[in-house]
């Protein structure tokens, strides 16, 4: 019987046995098929580790076992980063003051375009023949984005903003 015969036979006979084992510990379907396919790999790997009969299977289990406690791990080891991570972009968030958010407004109402030519010069502090990069265009094109949307961002800014009330009726 070669390697690949006998390994055939093994993942036949004890497919449905691990993969229900992974699909009782796990609620994520791709979370199972990573756990059956690591199972499987580490036997075709280690082939000749696998022990003959029935002992295949407890083996098995035993692989699948460890790949569960590593995903079980790396999962934990990656929400620490994301907190971390989220509690870092939370402080260096820049604070918007109150009396700006006409600004934010006037900037939220921009062509998604014009946008970006902004941030890319105000936010990045990038040049117009760096933004030319970026965007994919001539530093001329850049430079004349960049002048369009500073003026559509200024004639934003001059309009007058109103509040509507709305008065119920007696």
């Keep these: 019987m070669t390697h690949q015969d006998r390994f055939e036979a093994i993942y036949d006979a004890y497919y449905p046995a691990i993969h229900q084992y992974a699909a009782r510990r796990i609620s994520s379907a791709d979370d199972t098929a990573d756990v059956i396919s690591e199972t499987f790999l580490t036997a075709w790997r280690r082939i000749?580790?696998?022990?003959?009969?029935?002992?295949?299977?407890?083996?098995?289990?035993?692989?699948?076992?460890?790949?569960?406690?590593?995903?079980?791990?790396?999962?934990?080891?990656?929400?620490?980063?994301?907190?971390?991570?989220?509690?870092?972009?939370?402080?260096?968030?820049?604070?918007?003051?109150?009396?700006?958010?006409?600004?934010?407004?006037?900037?939220?109402?921009?062509p998604e375009r014009d946008r970006e030519v902004l941030a890319l010069a105000c936010w990045e502090g990038l040049t117009s023949k760096q933004i030319a990069k970026v965007m994919g265009c001539t530093a001329i094109a850049a430079r004349t984005r960049l002048h369009r949307a500073r003026k559509r961002l200024a004639a934003g800014l001059e309009q007058p903003t109103f509040s509507i009330i709305s008065m119920g009726e007696a």
């Design 48 to 110: 000749d580790d696998v022990p003959d009969g029935e002992r295949a299977l407890l083996w098995l289990y035993g692989v699948a076992r460890r790949v569960l406690a590593n995903q079980h791990r790396g999962a934990s080891r990656r929400a620490v980063l994301a907190d971390r991570l989220r509690e870092e972009l939370v402080a260096d968030r820049p604070v918007t003051p109150v009396d700006l958010e006409h600004v934010r407004a006037a900037f939220d109402d921009l």
